[in-house]
DNA sequence: CGTTCATCAACAACGATTGCTAACAAGCAA
DNA sequence: TTGCTTGTTAGCAATCGTTGTTGATGAACG
């Protein structure tokens, strides 16, 4: 099975074992990403926050993303959309990124020969390896079938 | 070999075949990227270009930075570190970004398997392929040992 | 030469993200 | 419960990279 998001009580937990406090906003955060099953941006993830809590600040969806993404628990993604994604789903996979609606699907594949050459990394030591596959998707392929 | 950015010369010719107008800004412009070695960011280019046209505006630099993108004689990356690189080299190969100074380097290795299985593709079509390995050169390694 | 249109510099505006700060609330103990 | 301590919040300003706007300049082509 995939290894998403921690269930809300555990980042409850984790939250808590780190000093951090755990209030409505976060809650509503860590529920949101639970029940995700896009990469949403911060933007979006405040527009579902405020559905139930109005008065949440960006500021505040910010600040509690990037704990998550400090404490391993979700990936940020920069992938040239304009802002940044991210990501509950913490298995190494790749990304498929529509250039007509900026749309990212997961691709569940690994690449076992895709490291860098001993020959030339030259003392470059590699964390983690992005497979980003640029492209269209069916949808946006068929509303623009000639020029974009 | 390397298929590099077009002489200063040969886009000279270019902007003029395409009706725009060739200024001493932009042949600044042009050798500069003729001569870098990097993946230089709009900002960089401007430093180079006002150490010789003092009056040259960083909105000149973008703009014949994009029309040279468009025209496919310059490749924009998107990389995370901040700002968008612009890559004058041409021929298809992936990068190594360091996390500790934001250096990219090029790679120039073919990975023939990296496709998308047919059974998960669902439609989409895909224009191109970025590989980014992600970690630490040498120098920010040894700068930094243990934590960051 | 003169017309015309692209380009220029400067500044404002933009979207995404972060810094700042006073008011506030979570967690904990008594 | 009550109170204390400390991290958190909302709101706004600021920042960064980038693009829009504009009046003036200047190149290209006849």
Same mark, same amino acid.
């Given at each position: 099975?995939?290894?998403?998001? +921690? @269930?809300?009580?555990?980042?409850?937990? %984790?939250?808590?074992?780190?000093?951090? +406090? #755990?209030?409505?906003?976060?809650?509503? &955060?860590?529920? &949101?990403? =639970?029940?995700? $099953?896009? !990469?949403? @941006?911060?933007?979006?993830?405040?527009? $579902? #926050?405020?559905? $139930?809590?109005?008065?949440? @600040?960006?500021?505040? #969806?910010?600040?509690?993303?990037?704990?998550?993404?400090?404490?391993?628990?979700?990936?940020?993604?920069?992938?040239?959309?304009?802002?940044?994604?991210?990501?509950?789903?913490?298995?190494? =996979? =790749? !990304? %498929?990124?529509?250039?007509?609606?900026?749309?990212?699907?997961?691709?569940?594949?690994?690449?076992?020969?895709?490291?860098?050459?001993?020959? %030339?990394?030259?003392?470059?030591?590699?964390?983690?390896?992005?497979?980003?596959?640029?492209?269209?998707?069916?949808?946006?392929?068929?509303?623009?079938?000639? =020029?974009?």
């Amino acid at each position: 099975m995939v290894d998403d998001v +921690k @269930s809300p009580a555990e980042l409850t937990d %984790l939250f808590r074992a780190q000093g951090l +406090k #755990v209030t409505p906003q976060r809650q509503a &955060i860590f529920r &949101i990403l =639970h029940e995700s $099953e896009v !990469h949403p @941006s911060a933007e979006a993830v405040h527009a $579902e #926050v405020t559905r $139930e809590l109005p008065m949440v @600040s960006l500021r505040t #969806v910010y600040q509690t993303l990037n704990d998550l993404a400090a404490m391993g628990e979700l990936v940020q993604l920069d992938l040239g959309t304009g802002a940044a994604r991210f990501d509950p789903t913490l298995t190494p =996979h =790749h !990304h %498929l990124v529509c250039d007509g609606c900026g749309r990212v699907t997961d691709l569940e594949v690994d690449f076992p020969d895709v490291s860098v050459p001993a020959t %030339l990394h030259r003392g470059f030591t590699v964390s983690s390896t992005q497979i980003v596959f640029r492209g269209r998707c069916d949808a946006c392929a068929a509303a623009v079938p000639v =020029h974009p």
